[in-house]
């Protein structure tokens, strides 16, 4: 079955550190990927995307992420954190077909200590 | 502009009943997607409605059903309500249908089932 795998569940970093949070997924021929931002007691914000062109994707808030096909990973970056990215984050992928939908991650929860 | 609304922020019920939840879109928006949150399972997709037609459906039982009216509106049903339903339900809105357009979530309701 078609799955994403969040490989932590909680990361705490101290502020102005960098960080990564990882994302696998099971492999398919063509996936289109995700990364989301939600936090407390808020819907889900798109942080960026991978469709198709450059593996290296970047987002809003200084947030960047690879796509890594032979690896089938979608790690995503931060060099340095603030307080406020405190937040939990998602990995989405579809697995393509236009009538496909998107599969979410478990989610990793960042927090980020002074 | 104004962002995505969902009614009732909140809401509590009893195993057996029915609920209906809203969704307003973005104005000029015209794909609806709603979603379950829960700690268990995370984040599933329900469905996908687009000028008044659902496009694509995830894995829940028929007990949950949705519409989507003209001015772009979307509503979920859920029937014969059980414990387990108890969730975070999101909604989130396109421009168009396609994973082209960014979807932007409302900040969900959360329903409780006693």
């Known amino acids: 079955a078609q799955s994403v795998t969040q490989l932590d569940s909680q990361v705490p970093v101290f502020e102005e550190a960098p960080v990564e949070l990882r994302c696998n997924y099971s492999?398919?021929?063509?996936?289109?990927l995700f990364w989301y931002v939600q936090y407390p007691n808020q819907g889900l914000q798109l942080l960026l995307k991978?469709?198709?062109?450059?593996?290296l994707v970047k987002g809003i808030n200084g947030f960047e992420a690879e796509f890594n096909k032979s690896q089938t990973s979608f790690h995503l970056r931060k060099p340095s954190v603030h307080i406020s990215d405190t937040a939990e984050y998602f990995c989405?992928?579809?697995?393509?077909?236009?009538?496909?939908?998107?599969?979410f991650g478990k989610g990793t929860k960042l927090s980020v200590k002074p | 502009k104004a962002g995505v609304t969902q009614t009732p922020r909140y809401l509590i019920k009893t195993r057996g009943q029915q609920v209906t939840l809203s969704c307003s879109p973005i104005?000029?928006?015209?794909?609806v997607s709603w979603y379950q949150q829960t700690p268990g399972q995370g984040l599933q997709f329900l469905f996908e409605?687009?000028?008044?037609?659902?496009?694509n459906k995830g894995n829940f039982p028929g007990r949950f059903s949705g519409r989507q009216f003209s001015n772009s509106r979307s509503e979920m049903n859920v029937s014969t309500l059980e414990l387990g339903d108890s969730a975070l339900y999101l909604c989130?809105?396109?421009?168009?249908?396609?994973?082209?357009?960014?979807?932007?979530f409302g900040p969900g309701t959360r329903l409780t089932v006693t």
């Open positions: 989130a809105s396109s421009l168009e249908a396609g994973l082209s357009y960014e979807q932007y």
């Open positions: 492999s398919s021929v063509s996936v289109y």
């Open positions: 991978y469709l198709s062109g450059s593996t």
């Open positions: 989405a992928v579809h697995y393509g077909g236009s009538q496909g939908n998107l599969i």
């Open positions: 104005s000029g928006h015209r794909s």
């Open positions: 409605y687009f000028s008044e037609t659902q496009r």
